[in-house]
Every structure is written in structure tokens, then in C-alpha cells.
DNA sequence: GCCCTTATGAATGTCAGACAATTAAAGGTC
DNA sequence: GACCTTTAATTGTCTGACATTCATAAGGGC
């Protein structure tokens, strides 16, 4: 049946399979839940061989526009991709972006913090107890002076999440993540003083009391001297990373 | 020589070696650039069937974390993961996100104009002239009225990346791509008369005069302007569509 | 009739082996 | 040295088989 596409054999079959099947969902020609044919029967209208669509829906699977069953009426189905779902791959590919060096810590540190700062007047008007809640927790933990410089980064991760889901708007958070998140490795090199610490927390407290008042101002204001902290740490880092060789 | 991992039969064994290529990776283990072993060596390492290992490779591949070339010499490859391609994720990933309706029309378009009124500052402080000629060259293309409304959301797309893009934070313009680009898909639902192109492009003007002056807040109020209308003509709509049924 | 156990069949997951297609490099010819 | 041919390594694809999983149906005990 293979229908012979006329100058465009550039990719795998499986890459046109895939493709072609993400097209059907894209464009709404499957909808979310909907079972997919069988594998068996996926190959014989696509005029290849199983493995071939096998591939093609591991391709499919690995950007999590669908999830496999085993056994009876099991099969693909097209996935909802839920906000955790684009979260999680919104994060990974960040990651990944940042991990390879191709972005200096500058430009992620400003990229991050200005999205940031754009929540900033949708969270001081929207804030609840709840978020609010999570960020005085969050500061009490990172007040602690046994807690592990890993742990401090974690917790710097919640807290500002926190923030950014108190701006009430899901498509904001799920873009968000991938600029909080993908900073930790880099965060993780950074070794904290208590001093530092002491003033990150200060900051933190400035950024709540700021929501708490519904001061987009004052919030700003927090996240801007936070961005300038945050490079120095980081600075003081590279700085002598690049001084001890690589 | 299958380590019998305790209890984490969770995932198929395509996953798991596909998890432990990505850590080794995302880890710096494997560096970009580096070939991966041969699909057969791979198999024997993993202690599996190069069919479950080609599955493996083939999630990898649709994250674009590797690339594949044939013939003597060729192999799996570590990819860079460019800018473009990190763009390319991001937007598939959004535009799922949006269009499976998951997402009203009014919350996407909030945290789009959010994230680009981030951008304001700095875009107003680093605007070059290349930017700015292509969004003036963008405003022309809209003001001619035998336009299709495609390519009006086209055009309205690339001149709004350009603003993105004068920040020069590509991270930033990485992380907005998403945002701009996924609207697009519900913005082609709408039919621009004459006046509501009229307005767009009075708004526009105002964007590129504000960057032109390097005037941050004549940018911001030109954006929630852009906003409030935008949000009108999608509401609009989204109203007409659930009068007519679906 | 009701509940528990046991087939059954359909589907994915995995394996093994084969061949085709591609490609860089080595080797040969002039 | 330039050009062509061979070669070997590697991915891409196909075929057929078996293992595993799991909802449903069938059967048996009470």
C-alpha cells in the first residue's frame, strides 16, 4: 500500500511514522484516550514491518504523546499530556540546554530570574494561604544550619515554585519549571556560607512578606537583589573553577 | 550479565537503557559529539536484543539527545542539543499542551503576554537596529490588506520573536518560543477584519516605537494593550464556537 | 444463583537471524 | 596525484518466533 512519497526519503520510515501519527494527533484526528490500531495492524497499513512501527511508537511514546498497555485491549493510546507530563520534558530539555555548556551562568541566572519577576504582580494579587504557607516553610528549613547544601537547593527549588504557582496561572508554571529547575545543577556547584545563606534567606523573607502584602513592587524589588546575589555566588564559582583547571 | 535490578520491573527494558544512556549523558559521562558504542556492542553490554536497544535509541533520538548516521563509521551520536532544536521540543511540547484543550484560550494568553512583558526591559535596553528593522518590516507586511489571516499570524509570530529576541537572552528566547509559538494554532481560529488589523497594528507600531526609544514602560502598556485586545477577539471566538455546537 | 478458579485470546515485549542500504576508508589503476 | 573500486562496518528493515501480561469468558464448587 506504501504510497510512495515521491522525493521525501530523508528520514527513517520509522521518523515518517511517527510523524505521521503525531500529525493525527496534533491535529485532532485522534483524540486524547483513543486507542490506537494494533502494532500488527498499524504495519500492514503502513506497508512495513512490526519493528519498524515499534520504533516509530517509542519515538512517540519518549515525548509522552502516547502510553502503551500490555494485554488484552491493551494497546497505544494517545496520551492527555497532562501539565506533569510537559513539566517533567519542559525540564529535561532545559536541563539538558544548560547542561552543556553552551549557556554561561549569567545568561541562565537573568533568564531565570526575569521570567520570575514577571509572576511577580500575578502572585501579589492572586497569592493564597496555601502558597504562602509553603514559602514560610520553606524559609524555616532553610534556616536550619545543619541542613546540606544540596537540601538548601532543593528547598530553594520549592520555595520558588511556590511563588510562581501562587501566580495562579498553570501555562506560567509549567514554563517557569523548566527556568527554576534547570538552574539547580548549576546552583548545586555553589558551595554556602553561612553568611550566604543567612542572606538568601533574607531575601526569601523579603519576597513573602512582599506577597503576603500583595506587593508586586516589593517583590520585584526581592527578586532583583536575589538575581544579583545569585551571580555573585556563581561568579565566585566559575571564577575559581576556571582558576583550578576545567 | 542483566544485573537483575531488585524490584524495578516497572518500565520495559527499552526505557531503562534509554533512562541509563540519557543519565550517562545528562551526567557529562558522554560527551557531545561522542559516537555511542555500536547498536550490537550496545546489546551485548546491556545483555539484551539489538531490537530492544534500536527501541531505546530511537526515544533518545525523537529528544533529539542523539543523532544516527549510517554506513562505516557511523553510529549514535551525542547531539549538542542546539538552541533551535531545544526551540523546536519546547514548542511541540506547548503546542500539545494548548491544543488539547487543557488550556482556555484566556490562561494561555495571560502567560504569554506575561512572559513577554519580561522581556520589556531588557529588550528596550539591548533593542538593536536588525530587530527593530525586522518588526517595522513585519508592521508593512500586516498593513497590506490582501493578507491571508495565516499569514497575518505568521508575520505576527515572527515580529514578536524579534522583540523576544532583542533582549539577547537566548534562554529567554528559548523559554518564550513556547509561549508565542503555541498561541498560534488558536490565534489562526480568528477572522481579523479590517479594524481589528487596524488595531494590531497600531499596537505594534507602539511596541516598536517604545523599543525604538528604548522606553520600557511605553513597551509594558503597549503589551497589556496587545493583551486586553487579543483577549477580546479570542473570547469572541471561543463565544461564536460554542454557540454553533462542539 | 454466587463466588472462586481456570482457560483463552489478543496484545505488547523480547529475542534471533537474515538481508538491504549506506558510507568512510583502504587499496588499486592510470 | 587524481580517480575509481573494493571492503568492511554500521544502521535500517524484514520475518518469524516465543514470553509476558491482562481483561474477559468459561467452568466448577457450594
Known amino acids: ?47 512495513v514491518s512490526r519493528s519498524t512501527v515499534r520504533e516509530a ?5 519518549a515525548q509522552s504523546l502516547i502510553r502503551t498497555q500490555r494485554g488484552a ?10 501539565y506533569e507530563g510537559a513539566y517533567s520534558q519542559q525540564i529535561t530539555t532545559s536541563t539538558l540546554l544548560l547542561s552543556m555548556n553552551a549557556v554561561s551562568f549569567e545568561t541562565a541566572c537573568e ?3 526575569t521570567l520570575e519577576r514577571a509572576c511577580a504582580p500575578l502572585a501579589a494579587r492572586r497569592r493564597t494561604d496555601e502558597y504562602l504557607a509553603t ?14 547544601d544540596e537540601a538548601f537547593c532543593a528547598s530553594d527549588v520549592t520555595l520558588h515554585r ?29 558551595t554556602f556560607t553561612a553568611r550566604s545563606r543567612g542572606e538568601i534567606v533574607g531575601l526569601h523573607t523579603a519576597l513573602a ?12 524589588t526581592a527578586l532583583h537583589r536575589l538575581e544579583a546575589y545569585t551571580l555573585t555566588l556563581g561568579r565566585d564559582v566559575m571564577a575559581s573553577r576556571s582558576r583550578h583547571g576545567k
Open 209 to 220: 512578606d512582599a506577597l503576603e502584602a500583595q506587593d508586586a513592587a516589593a517583590a520585584d
Open 1 to 47: 500500500m506504501k504510497t510512495a512519497s515521491p522525493a521525501t526519503p530523508r528520514q527513517d520510515l520509522s521518523a515518517q511514522i511517527a510523524e505521521a501519527i503525531r500529525d493525527a494527533i496534533v491535529e485532532g484526528r485522534m483524540i486524547t484516550g483513543e486507542r490506537l490500531p494494533s502494532e500488527a495492524e498499524l504495519a500492514e497499513q503502513f506497508g
Open 135 to 148: 514559602m514560610r516553610a520553606e524559609i524555616a528549613r532553610q534556616s536550619q544550619p545543619d541542613l546540606s
Open 73 to 82: 485491549f491493551g494497546g497505544a493510546f494517545v496520551n492527555r499530556l497532562s
Open 162 to 190: 511556590a511563588f510562581v504557582d501562587a501566580a495562579g496561572n498553570p501555562v506560567l508554571s509549567y514554563q517557569l519549571a523548566g527556568a527554576v529547575e534547570a538552574m539547580q545543577p548549576l546552583m548545586n556547584m555553589i
Open 57 to 61: 511508537l517509542k519515538r512517540l511514546a
Open 111 to 113: 533568564a531565570r530570574y
